[in-house]
């Protein structure tokens, strides 16, 4: 299995951006909607934001409406997550993942790639 490749992720204060990058190549890329998670120290992964196989459409958690948007290049393989406005409760692993079409929360494989490091500080 070929799993998503995620970078970006970095150290920057309370209210800076980072640009997150993920491509994934182990399925059809442009066939299936995908996912960002992420897991903070000694916490459950969570939901972030998904976006659909042909970008028309997105979804994200309550906490980070208004602040993230994501987005994806097909002919790149590649889905993006511009975080703004940061928040140190928002330090975590960033992953990104395909999911069903049916549920944009349910991801389609066990596996997950490294993840990208976020750190806020305060």
């Known amino acids: 299995q070929v799993l998503p490749v995620e970078s970006g992720g970095g150290s920057v204060q309370a209210g800076g951006s980072l640009r997150l990058s993920c491509v994934a190549s182990?399925?059809?890329?442009?066939?299936?909607?995908m996912a960002w998670f992420r897991q903070a120290p000694g916490k459950e992964r969570e939901f972030v934001a998904a976006?659909?196989?042909?970008?028309?459409?997105?979804e994200y958690v309550d906490s980070v409406k208004g602040r993230f948007t994501v987005s994806r290049d097909n002919a790149k393989n590649t889905v993006y997550l511009q975080t703004d406005n940061l928040k140190p409760e928002e330090t975590a692993v960033y992953y990104c993942?395909?999911?069903?079409?049916?549920?944009?929360?349910?991801?389609?494989?066990?596996?997950w790639g490294q993840g990208t490091q976020v750190t806020v500080s305060s």
């Open positions: 993942t395909f999911v069903s079409r049916r549920d944009y929360r349910s991801p389609l494989d066990s596996n």
């Open positions: 976006i659909s196989w042909n970008g028309d459409s997105a």
């Open positions: 182990g399925r059809t890329f442009m066939a299936y909607p």
